[in-house]
């Protein structure tokens, strides 16, 4: 846009100029909910398809609940190591490019806006891990009957794999049906293969 004051030169104001400067970046932030609606939904599959592996083996709410807590911590750790490792490593790569761009070897990470946090990262991912993780193991805490056991914490997986599979959708913009469905199938799909494998083997006898 250029404008034409009395002394008769001409500004050009430029797109950069006209632009506000403290846009968010909401693509990161889509990126980080959507990260953190994946490990919530790994944690709550994993959890559950332990458990009902457990259970169709021993019905003890005891060895469920057990196991269910096990997989939580394994599985909250296991995800927020590889976001750790993951995460740093690109940390490297952007800090060598930083300094072959400004051609400076003593860049601090401090110093740079913008990069990644592998730490943040960590944090976040075994916290969603856990999150999700929690949903069958609370579902199955109270309830000492098995079959209304496993009833109720298939409910409340269900339920919980069609929230997480909305979500998803909406934060990458996909069509809710086809995405909720995928996750709630996907999510029936490794609960039934882990209880069936569980049984046969436990049908078998082995020691």
């Known amino acids: 846009m250029a404008t034409i004051p009395a002394n008769g030169i001409v500004h050009h104001e430029t797109t950069l100029e006209l632009e506000p400067k403290?846009?968010?970046?909401?693509?990161?932030?889509?990126?980080?909910?959507?990260?953190?609606?994946?490990?919530?939904?790994?944690?709550?599959?994993?959890?559950?398809?332990?458990?009902?592996?457990?259970g169709a083996v021993k019905q003890?709410?005891?060895?469920?609940?057990?196991?269910?807590?096990?997989?939580?911590?394994?599985?909250?750790c296991s995800m927020a190591i590889g976001e750790f490792v993951s995460v740093y490593s690109q940390l490297d790569i952007e800090v060598a490019q930083l300094k072959r761009d400004f051609n400076r070897r003593d860049i601090d990470v401090v110093e740079a806006e913008g990069l990644p946090n592998p730490w943040q990262a960590a944090a976040a991912s075994a916290l969603a891990f856990s999150l999700g993780a929690l949903v069958p193991l609370l579902a199955a805490s109270f309830i000492k009957p098995y079959k209304m056991r496993?009833?109720?914490?298939?409910?409340?997986?269900?339920?919980?794999?069609?929230?997480?599979?909305?979500?998803?959708?909406?934060?990458?913009?996909a069509p809710a049906y086809k995405s909720t469905l995928r996750v709630v199938v996907g999510g029936w799909m490794a609960m039934a293969i882990t209880y069936g494998l569980t049984s046969l083997i436990g049908a078998k006898g082995l020691h």
């Not at 846009?23 to 959890?47: E, H």
């Not at 609940?65 to 909250?76: K, N, Q, S, Y």
């Not at 409340?156 to 909406?170: M, Q, Y």
């Open 22 to 54: 403290d846009l968010f970046d909401y693509s990161k932030r889509s990126q980080w909910l959507r990260a953190a609606v994946l490990g919530a939904n790994d944690g709550l599959v994993s959890t559950a398809s332990l458990m009902m592996g457990v």
């Open 60 to 76: 003890d709410i005891k060895a469920m609940i057990l196991t269910g807590f096990a997989g939580l911590v394994a599985g909250a």
């Open 150 to 173: 496993i009833l109720v914490m298939a409910v409340a997986v269900t339920v919980a794999l069609a929230v997480f599979g909305w979500l998803g959708a909406a934060l990458g913009r």
